[in-house]
């Protein structure tokens, strides 16, 4: 106990207090509960009541179902908030405390203590960051998985025990996004042209094994629906696909935001644009040129590979996979600003600057975050809808643009509620929620951020 209670270690624990706090402030209120976060919740508290998932969420583009792991994971908090509609919102916060554990490990044995530690105080006041760990919803996984991977690749090259860690991270990923193909391919280019191994038959088969058991869940389910599942991968992978197209300045917006926005969280204008995308080349030379380092070339170039070469599948394969794939490469991009900040380690005025910068912008962003029809707002739409009407005996209406009246009926069965949702045919006793307040003229006697609520025949 006493190799763990050190001061090293007690000033990571303080900044994963900060980070815990940040996250937790006003959640409430900063976090939403619509279409996913009401899928989920719904099939945890399913299968607390027995009825096991072997599917999870589909995915963006072909309908293809993950992993069902997240909503193990969704049903432990359920369970343990009494199927709150919060309980999703503190898992992710959770996750995302694991994922900057990951960041702060990988950062410490690869690049160096005091860049460990920056990088740790950077993530955990980073907006960006902390505006997607208070969403209910999988990217906190994806995260976490995509750093244990990265260290699981660098660990394989000196011990066998290294790809039954690559195996163990693709699984856990896979219960978040599909985006682990792109990770997968990363990594394959990462040993075939960088740093090339080879792997025993037992490793192999070992290795080979934790992925079919990570992935047995959907072959069962493939197995026992005629492999209803799998056609739909297919049809992600042939020449199919939707009929859009994002262009390649806005892939670079996308890589550069999720590499600068730790420090620089603004992206309004022209000026923005310029000062961001200028550090983002930086960081980018840096580690092109860290790759000719002896100490930090399989560093440098499995971060580099594992951001870019999803980006140029990406837009190379459009259609095929949406553009909140691109999300795989947040862990990759800030430990490449990680080697920007090794570069500069000795500057003690340039790493000042860098960290004041960060605070001030980030607490800017945090301080002005609002969230419309938030979940503490169709919370206290509910409430008020018992303290109005009780429980039952009236019809409830919603006056709402397409997809904005998602997660209100696992909030009103939480809360109790047994009306007629839609109201039926003659109904007397009514309630009518606007989203958003005004809408199509309806106009609210109370309203709460942005949605608006009247009743009739009370």
Known sequence: MKQWLNFKNLVAAFILLLALSLRLSNLHQRTSFDADQEWLATRAAELLKGDLPLLGPVTSVGSFSIGPGFIYLWAIFSFIFSLAPISGAY??????????MAIFYFAKEYIGLKIAYLTL????????????DQLPWAPSLFYLSQTLLLIAVLLSLKYK???YLIALSVVLAFQSHFAIVLSMIS???????????KIDTKTLLITALILFLGFLPNIVYDLTHDFSNLKKLAYTIDDGGVDYFVSFNKIVNV??????????????NVFDSIFSKTIYALILVNALSLSRDKKMK?????LLITAIVPAAIFYIQQGKFSEYYLLMTVPSSILLFSLFLYRIVNSKILLTLIVLLSIYLNYQQISSRYVSWNLKAKEM??????????NSGYGISINSKLGDRFGFDYIFNYYGIEADYPPTQGQTKMFTIAVPQGFEGVVGTHSYDGMGILWSGM
């Open 121 to 132: 105080f950077l993530c955990s006041i980073s907006s960006s960051l902390i505006f997607w």
């Open 161 to 163: 025990w290294g790809f």
């Open 91 to 100: 898992l992710s916060v959770f996750l995302s405390l694991l994922f900057l």
């Open 298 to 302: 399989n560093v440098s170039l499995l």
């Open 381 to 390: 739409i509910a409430q008020k809808i018992v303290e109005v009407g009780g």
């Open 255 to 268: 890589l550069n935001f999720n590499t600068t926005s730790i420090i620089y969280p603004k992206n309004n």
């Open 187 to 197: 990594v394959l280019f990462f040993f075939i042209f960088v740093k090339p191994v």
